[in-house]
């Protein structure tokens, strides 16, 4: 990877933040965007702007054409077996409360279970939280090994007979753990339950390939990866999407509408109501392209690079803790001790350094941690070992600004 190459695709990394270059370590946020995607959905409002599906005129066929092939890159992207299975909606929260919605509160019932970690993010969290309240069912946890990974031991043990879902996030956005989505869903359905993968940090960072990992549904956020805010994917397998009802009603979804009742468009478009995000379809395909052009492969090997280099220089720096595994995904979550997260990632700013301080919508696992909030650096194509360097130059001035505490 020519990472000088790829950063001068991205215009809003050519700048100072308080005097200091933009060092941007808050990608598990929000990704930056390359001229690639901002000149993709600026060309469409200039070009092609109109409704999709509806219309027969010129501007119509072309912003149609360009959102389902958008819709055909996810489907490569992520090897769907077919467009039928790729849902466009708002991101990854919108997708997990689809299921949530239309496949979990139609199925369960009193009695039956659904499996999460504590280590979730609230999206993936408080939808389960609701459908078993709605339904009867029970929320169930597999537990945390004390490095914040998953035993497949421990998760043969909560998964019953019972058990009609596993929730699961790909990647955690706090420890960077790499959950073993494949192994769980073979579990999951030895038991007739069926898996739903949060990959919101998943998808900008390791290739993902839905048929082998065997997920029954998998949700995905744009702006994590690379592409515009406001736009997100539900995978979901053919037969169990046919099997549900759309929770959002209104034009573009329906087949035909009468006084008392309706039917529903064939998939994918009957999850799909109401004008869909069109530039946000088209800036993502966009991204696709460039993150396909680079490599996935060679994206994730780059990460795994700075996220090994990241742990090595930071633990040198005394008195910091470093949450998670030793093997993970492209971020570090930390705490300096006796510095608020909040003042640490304050100082950093002041250094032109950005970073993530908070619970990072994710209080459970804070409480499993015993603390209130961490800061957290998340990393991308774009980033390089200088970013790392500086981030550390950041650290110990703050810990010389708020004096020697750890004498």
């Known amino acids: 990877m020519d990472v000088k190459a790829i950063r001068q695709q991205f215009p809003i990394l050519d700048q100072e933040v308080n005097g200091h270059p933009l060092v941007y370590l808050d990608s598990s946020a929000t990704s930056q965007k390359p001229l690639a995607v901002i000149n993709a959905v600026n060309d469409y409002y200039k070009q092609d702007n109109s409704n999709v599906h509806r219309g027969v005129h010129t501007l119509g066929s072309r912003a149609t054409d360009k959102y389902e092939g958008a819709r055909e890159k996810v489907c490569q992207f992520i090897n769907a077996d077919s467009h039928a299975e790729v849902i466009f909606n708002r991101g990854t929260t919108s997708g997990i409360n689809t299921v949530a919605s239309s ?27 609701q459908a078993v309240k709605a339904s009867g069912a029970t929320l169930k946890y597999i537990p945390l090994q004390p490095d ?4 497949l031991e421990d998760v043969r043990e909560v998964v019953t007979s019972n058990t009609k879902v596993v929730a699961i996030t790909h990647v955690s956005n706090v420890l960077g753990t790499v959950n073993p989505v494949k192994e769980i869903a073979k579990i999951a359905h030895d038991h007739d339950a069926v898996i739903v993968v ?55 979804m329906i087949d035909f509408v009468n006084l008392y009742d309706s039917t529903w468009k064939e998939l994918p478009w009957k999850f799909e109501g109401g004008t869909p995000v069109i530039a946000g379809a088209v800036g993502l395909g966009a991204a696709i392209d460039f993150l396909s052009e680079i490599g996935m492969d060679a994206i994730t090997k780059h990460e795994k690079i700075l996220a090994d280099y990241a742990m090595e220089q930071m633990r040198t720096i005394e008195g910091i803790n470093v949450y998670g595994p030793e093997s993970r995904a492209a971020l570090v979550t930390f705490n300096l001790a006796d510095v608020h997260p909040h003042d640490t990632a304050t100082v950093l700013d002041s250094e032109g350094i950005a970073v993530r301080a908070g619970h990072h919508c994710a209080q459970p696992l804070m409480r499993w941690l015993d603390v209130t909030a961490t800061a957290r650096a998340s990393f991308y194509l774009y980033n390089t070992k200088e970013d790392v360097d500086l981030l550390v130059n950041g650290l110990l001035k703050t810990k010389e600004y708020f004096g020697d505490v750890y004498e």
């Open 103 to 129: 496949y979990a509160r139609q199925n369960l019932k009193p009695g039956d279970e659904v499996v999460i970690t504590p280590m979730e993010h609230h999206s993936n969290i408080i939808p389960w939280q």
């Open 198 to 252: 949060d990959g919101a940090q998943g998808a900008p960072h390791l290739k993902v390939d839905v048929q082998d990992l065997d997920c029954d549904f998998y949700a995905l956020s744009g702006h994590k990866m690379c592409g515009p805010t406001g736009i997100g994917v539900l995978y979901g397998k053919k037969k169990l999407l046919e099997a549900m009802e759309p929770f959002e009603f209104g034009g573009e």
């Open 148 to 151: 914040g990974t998953i035993a």
